[in-house]
Every structure is written in structure tokens, then in C-alpha cells.
């Protein structure tokens, strides 16, 4: 110890020392709490699953590769892929994907379930936004704890982050920290950053497996235009037209987004540009993606509730109806659900020969019924 410090001083000193060297251990044990793998518990329906390196093997041992879950029904079909966790701070997208795969089974053609498609970005949070670590639902088969996790990669994945995100092979120009945006790196290439070869083994599955129909859940802040939305290319709008006109029927409404041609990096943009399949992506609103939002805890991903957002609705600042009942998690996965069985429903009508079934997935009204509980 210092001598010249007095003995109250030092003690003074070794205190601040300890609580430090504490809370740095806290800040440890809970960042390493990210990097424990949730149960997730696939139906009887499930036929296989792989590793996302099957389809590119440098993913292997690293935190980009992630698991691939087959439904094969035995009669033939098309084939249909879903997407949750492109950017896992969007739980309706994943929680959706979640939801079919404890559910699902597929009696003709098949159905590809990637529920978390960005592992990496799984382990971590978005720095600065005060997003809780976990959110909880209490299940039939008990309490289920979930991560919520970030937009991008874990930097200590991928790093360092270049000053100007270029992306490949356009050339597009973004805020470096896009470098890691799963949703800004397709088509990928296989010697590029670990996001990029994420997004490029995505691709190579997509073209391997003969994917008809691939398509990306989301989710946006209630003020942001493309929200309650399908998102589709020209090659797939037909197809989301068709479905978008059948939900209104059964009071859900959803906008019709184009798919932008300027704007590189996108799932279906490039899903379009490099595969065969019908590219769609959708949106759901919630508030826990808003710059508007209050308290920012698990009960606003889980409720939708908010009271700046009910302030924001009545000056007319949003893009969706809101009032005090939220935007529920049920809610936002119901809409994800429904709009999937409209979608492979007008595909399979159109295409016979390729038509998908399968049951097991619930419907909307089943889930705001019975709550997404009922279902894990």
C-alpha cells in the first residue's frame, strides 16, 4: 500500500478495487450467459437436420454454422425455407420459427426450418439500447427461456469492422457495422467475412435443395413505413399479391413492399438476383424496435405495450393502429403464421404439382386463441 496515503485511504482504495473487480465478474458471467444454447424441442415430424456447413464446410467450428431442419412428407412436392433469426433482436421472426418446428408435420413435399440463421448474433446484445438478455414463456411443457439477441454478428466473431461497409459484389456503400448484417451480406461469397459466408451458404442451400419458396421473418418499429408487410421480388409478386388479397378477406391486412432494386444485400433482392426460388420477406410491427419506446424490458417484447407508443399513435406518427393493448408477441407470430399458410397455400394451388401440406402449425386465430403457450 501506498504510505503516503493514510490507512483509511488505503482501505478506501482496496474497496473500490474489489467492487471493480466484481462487477467486471458480473459483467463476465452475464455476457457468457448469451453463449448457452437454448432447448429447442423439434416435433415427430422432423425427418433429418444437418449443419449449415453441409453447404459451405468452412462454416464448420465456428459460430456462423447453425442447424437446418428437414420436414419431408412421403408424397412428392415442392419445397418451401424459412428464415427466423436473420437479426435475432426480432423475436416474432423467431419465435415463429420456433413455434413450426415444435409443431410441424409435412405430408407432401418438404419444409426447411433455419431458426436461427445468424447464430452468431445470438450471443450477444445490441450495445446501448438497454434490451434485456432473456425473455421467458411459460409452456405446456414447462417455463421456456429464450435469448434475445442482436441485430449483427458478435464482433468477437468478426472483427474488426471496416470505416465503409462495401458490399460484394455491387459495390453498395454502408455504415461499417452493416458488414456484420446478415441482412446486408447475400449473395455472399465464400472466402468473405463470417457473415458473408453465412449468407453465401444460405444461397448454396437455397439453389442445392431446389427451394421454391424461401422466405425471411421479420420485424420493424411501429412508425417505420414497411412494417405489417410482404415483401416480395418481381419473380414472387404474383404470389404475394395473390396471398395478400385472400388474408384482407379474413380482415388482415397486410402492405405490399416491392422488393428495392438499388438496394443490395437484402435477402430477396439477392435471392432473386442468384437462385431460382419465389424470394418473400415479412414484417411485423413491434415496439421494442422503436426509437419511441419507454421502458425497454422483457415484458414490451412479450406484451407490446408501451405508453410513448399510445402517445405516438394518437398524434398520428405511426404506420400501424396501436392503443393500450399492445402489440403482443402472440399477436405479431400469429400474423407470421398466417400469412406462411396463405403463401404456401396460393403456392400449392397454382403450382399442384409441387403443392405442400402439412399440419400441426397453427392458424392466427388459434393462436391469439390459445396464446403461442399452448404451442411449446
Request: with cysteine; aromatic share 12%; glycine share 6%.
Amino acid at each position: 500500500m501506498n504510505k503516503n496515503l493514510s490507512p483509511k485511504t488505503n482501505w478506501f482504495a482496496v474497496a473500490c478495487l474489489l467492487l471493480v473487480l466484481m462487477l467486471t465478474l458480473k459483467a463476465i458471467l452475464d455476457f457468457r450467459k448469451m453463449w448457452i444454447e437454448e432447448d429447442l424441442l423439434p416435433s415427430s415430424g422432423l425427418t433429418r437436420f444437418v449443419y449449415l456447413h453441409e453447404y459451405h464446410a468452412p462454416l464448420e467450428e465456428t459460430y456462423g454454422d447453425t442447424k437446418v431442419y428437414f420436414f419431408e412428407g412421403k408424397k412428392p412436392g415442392g419445397t418451401v425455407l424459412l428464415l427466423g433469426g436473420t437479426h435475432p433482436n426480432e423475436a416474432a421472426g423467431f419465435v415463429t420459427a420456433y413455434l413450426m418446428l415444435e409443431n410441424l408435420s409435412v405430408s407432401a413435399g418438404r419444409i426447411i426450418i433455419i431458426p436461427q440463421a445468424n447464430h452468431s448474433a445470438f450471443t450477444h446484445n445490441d450495445p446501448q439500447e438497454g434490451y434485456p438478455q432473456f425473455f421467458e414463456i411459460e409452456g405446456v411443457r414447462g417455463k421456456r427461456k429464450f435469448r434475445y439477441g442482436s441485430r449483427i454478428t458478435n464482433p468477437v466473431n468478426q472483427w474488426p469492422d471496416p470505416d465503409i461497409y462495401l458490399h460484394y459484389p455491387s459495390g453498395q456503400k454502408l455504415a461499417g457495422n452493416e458488414t456484420r448484417n446478415l441482412n446486408r451480406a447475400y449473395p455472399g461469397r465464400p472466402d468473405g467475412n463470417l457473415t458473408e459466408q453465412v449468407a453465401y451458404a444460405i444461397v448454396n442451400l437455397i439453389s442445392e435443395e431446389k427451394v421454391d419458396i424461401a422466405i425471411d421473418l421479420h420485424e420493424a418499429a411501429p412508425e417505420y413505413p414497411v412494417v405489417n408487410a410482404i415483401v416480395s421480388t418481381a419473380r414472387s409478386q404474383d404470389l404475394a399479391t395473390e396471398a395478400a388479397l385472400e388474408l384482407a378477406f379474413e380482415d388482415l391486412k397486410y402492405s405490399l413492399e416491392p422488393s428495392p432494386y438499388n438496394f443490395r444485400g437484402l435477402s430477396h433482392r439477392e435471392w432473386e438476383n442468384f437462385t431460382s426460388t419465389f424470394p418473400v420477406l415479412m414484417e411485423t410491427a413491434n415496439p421494442i424496435q422503436g426509437r419511441l419506446r419507454g421502458k425497454t424490458d422483457e415484458q414490451l417484447i412479450l406484451s407490446g405495450q408501451d405508453k410513448m407508443y399510445q402517445v405516438a399513435a394518437r398524434l398520428g406518427v405511426l404506420a400501424v393502429p396501436y392503443d393500450s393493448s399492445g402489440l403482443a408477441l402472440n399477436l405479431r407470430v400469429a400474423r407470421h403464421a398466417e400469412a406462411f399458410h396463405k403463401i404456401v397455400e396460393v403456392f400449392s394451388r397454382n403450382y399442384p404439382e409441387q403443392a405442400i401440406a402439412f399440419s400441426g402449425f397453427p392458424h392466427y386465430f388459434e393462436i391469439l386463441e390459445h396464446g403461442i403457450q399452448k404451442y411449446f
